[in-house]
């Protein structure tokens, strides 16, 4: 079966420190990956989307980046992160092929001190 | 513009009440797939159903029944003899296969609390 990680579970960060978050995806091969912000008493935003491997389309202009370096990891970052940064960040797969069902991982909460 | 709307922000029901959320949307594409997540307050999101948009059939799985109705644009979501348990935010998403690699649109969510 397939499992989604997420680490951490939890960050607290400077203002203008820089971020880090990983995902992994395992039991699977080339699944659309997905990053999305949820900011606190807001749906759901999507981030980034990738298809495959260094392939990655953004969604929303602003100061994170993704990255895919391998099959089954997708990394969100930060060189500077802003108090605007805070949130839940959600990493999702799908099978490829695009109308699949999304599965979820844990979530990271990210504060932004 | 919204996507997908959820009108209502908190639901408080009291146990074994029946509980209906709702869910409209909106779309031009002619193929498209609805979805029910659950968050609870852990904070995952635990997929409910997809249906197609060709699929006008409505499913029951236990206590819950999803009504979709493509002339009124809904997808409305049924818990039956609610429980505590199931108090939670409910998001409606629906994805388009556009540019966007089928990424999900989401409503803003229904907080469902249900009481002993």
């Known amino acids: 079966s397939q499992t989604i990680h997420q680490w951490p579970a939890t960050l607290v960060q400077p203002v203008g420190s820089p971020l880090s978050l990983e995902c992994t995806v395992e039991g699977t091969s080339n699944p659309n990956l997905y990053w999305y912000r949820q900011a606190a008493g807001r749906g759901l935003q999507l981030l980034f989307y990738s298809v495959g491997i260094g392939q990655i389309s953004s969604e929303v202009p602003q100061n994170l980046s993704a990255s895919r370096p391998q099959d089954r990891q997708f990394i969100l970052s930060s060189k500077k992160l802003l108090l605007s940064d805070s949130g839940f960040y959600l990493c999702a797969w799908s099978e490829a092929g695009g109308e699949e069902t999304q599965y979820f991982g844990p979530g990271t909460r990210l504060l932004v001190l | 513009a919204q996507k997908v709307t959820q009108a209502q922000t908190e639901i408080s029901v009291v146990e074994k009440e029946d509980v209906t959320l709702d869910c409209v949307y909106e779309?031009?594409?002619?193929?498209?797939?609805l979805f029910w997540y659950k968050q609870p307050p852990s904070g995952e999101l635990v997929f409910l159903i997809r249906?197609?948009?060709?699929?006008?059939q409505n499913e029951i799985s236990g206590r819950y029944s999803w009504n979709f109705q493509k002339s009124t644009s809904s997808f409305n979501f049924t818990i039956t003899a609610s429980q505590v348990v199931d108090s939670a935010v409910y998001f409606c998403?629906?994805?388009?296969?556009?540019?966007?690699?089928?990424?999900?649109?989401f409503g803003k969510g229904t907080s469902l609390l249900v009481t002993p």
């Open positions: 779309t031009r594409d002619t193929t498209y797939y």
């Open positions: 249906r197609n948009s060709f699929d006008e």
């Open positions: 998403a629906l994805s388009e296969g556009t540019d966007s690699g089928y990424a999900l649109n």
